[in-house]
């Protein structure tokens, strides 16, 4: 069984602040399991510059294989994580997106409105998760079954089946 680094990412003024604690964190390392080992976690104000440099990074360097975001993908004038991620992807991987949205929509019909998005820069997957941490663990439910095969792939590695 291969394991994959992983960093988790959450963008949240309020969280960032001390407002209210974070809980999509640990949501999300509990839900990843032993087959990732998280190299970076942080808990960052809603900056797009902030997060850009944090992805180029980890991708440019290699120290990660997945980059995990949480927050920021909404319609909120703050929410910015999508673009901050755009602006350095070399390529979108928009079927994560669209099976995120279209397996959270019937739980909650607000899901249409996210923005958030996955793509590649070099070799590193990056997916931008909603911040509620309930709807981190849907999520999650979605694209854990893929996420293998889509970073043995950026890996060069082929795998079986």
Same mark, same amino acid.
């Given at each position: 069984?291969?394991?994959?680094?992983? $960093? @988790? *990412?959450?963008? !949240?003024?309020?969280?960032?602040?001390?407002?209210?604690?974070? +809980?999509?964190? &640990? /949501?999300?390392?509990?839900?990843?399991?032993?087959?990732?080992?998280?190299?970076?976690?942080?808990?960052?104000?809603?900056?797009?510059?902030?997060?850009?440099?944090?992805?180029?990074?980890?991708?440019?360097?290699?120290?990660? $294989? @997945? *980059?995990?975001? !949480?927050?920021?993908?909404?319609?909120?004038?703050?929410?910015? +994580?999508?673009? &901050? /991620?755009?602006?350095?992807?070399?390529?979108?991987?928009p079927g994560i997106a669209e099976?995120?949205?279209?397996?959270?929509?019937?739980?909650?019909?607000?899901?249409?409105?996210?923005?958030?998005?996955?793509?590649?820069?070099?070799?590193?997957?990056?997916?931008?998760?909603?911040?509620?941490?309930?709807?981190?663990?849907? +999520?999650?439910?979605?694209?854990?079954?893929?996420?293998?095969?889509?970073?043995?792939?950026?890996?060069?590695?082929?795998?079986?089946?």
């Amino acid at each position: 069984m291969s394991v994959y680094d992983v $960093a @988790l *990412i959450v963008l !949240s003024d309020r969280a960032s602040e001390g407002t209210y604690a974070d +809980t999509s964190l &640990a /949501t999300m390392k509990e839900r990843l399991g032993p087959s990732y080992r998280v190299v970076r976690e942080l808990l960052m104000p809603d900056d797009p510059g902030a997060l850009q440099a944090e992805l180029i990074d980890l991708a440019d360097t290699g120290k990660a $294989a @997945l *980059i995990l975001t !949480s927050g920021g993908t909404g319609l909120s004038p703050r929410d910015r +994580t999508p673009q &901050a /991620t755009a602006a350095v992807l070399d390529y979108e991987v928009p079927g994560i997106a669209e099976a995120i949205r279209a397996a959270s929509i019937p739980i909650v019909k607000t899901a249409m409105l996210s923005r958030a998005l996955a793509g590649v820069r070099h070799r590193t997957l990056i997916v931008n998760l909603p911040g509620n941490p309930k709807a981190v663990s849907q +999520t999650l439910e979605v694209v854990l079954p893929v996420l293998p095969h889509a970073l043995e792939l950026l890996a060069g590695h082929r795998p079986d089946g």
